[in-house]
């Protein structure tokens, strides 16, 4: 496999076109919009860019980089124009409801998500490296055609990514609570803070933000749009995750409102030594 498409050259999408050029692929772009091509152009993020879906049409794997509410429509569009051994996948954060989808109007389709991103979005964010010892899990299933895994595999490796295999529905579940879940509850901590009634204080408390506030907000000011298309299509595993964190809030409040402070202590303690079980310790 020599030639790559990337349909969507955004912060993943022109991301992924720097490493695969550096690393010898033939990258084909597809944009919206023309200035976009010719930004992914002058950046050197792909070696041929334009708009038309047709590009795809001398691509062996097509990576579809769009928005998540129009993964599949990119996908059903983009096949009357692909080789009979053309391999798709994807970059979305949910998996349930696009594996299924894609994979009926194209076989030869696996999953993909690589778990990196930034707050900022577009193309100008786009970076060699990001994918460099991060996450990246394919979503592969009883119908998904060896030689695609196997193709998959290889590129996940290339990128210098840490390979991650499980099927649609677990990914959904599991990305929720580490990735959908802290963006919603990030929000949450920011427009709680806004409900401060003084305009002194909360000038003050605007003042006085650090690391902490910074490290716990930071997926909370990110791109709405994509916030709220992570609910949209992951919505249950989403609503299961909230469910819970509203209990553990619940539970947190009575320990303080009764002043049950060893309880409170040992409360954290368990946060404190279940953390490194989902980020390593800096």
Known sequence: MTQVAIVGL?????????????????VIGVARRPETAQQALALGAVHQAGTDLALVAAAD?????????????????????????????????VKGEI???????????IGGHPMAGKAEAGLAVAEAGLFQRRPYVLTPTATTPEDV????????????????????EDHDQAVAWISHLPVMVSASLLLACQQESNPAIATLAQSLASSGFRDT??????????GTLMARHNRT????GLAAYKQQLTALETVIQQGDWDILERYLSQAQQTRPQYVDPL
């Open 99 to 109: 594996v299924p989808a894609i994979a009926a109007v194209w076989p030869r389709f």
């Open 237 to 240: 595993a989403v609503l299961k």
């Open 10 to 26: 955004g912060l993943i999408g022109g991301s992924l076109g720097f490493d695969l050029v550096q690393r010898g692929y033939t």
């Open 149 to 168: 895994l196997i193709t998959l595999i290889t590129l996940v490796h290339d990128l210098g990514a840490d390979l991650h295999q499980c099927s649609p």
């Open 217 to 226: 907000s930071r997926v909370g000011g990110g791109v709405p749009e994509l």
């Open 61 to 93: 794997l097509v990576m579809l980089c769009t928005p998540i509410n129009v993964v599949v429509q990119t996908a059903t569009a983009i096949v009357p124009h692909l080789k009979p051994q053309a391999i798709i996948t994807d970059v979305a954060s």
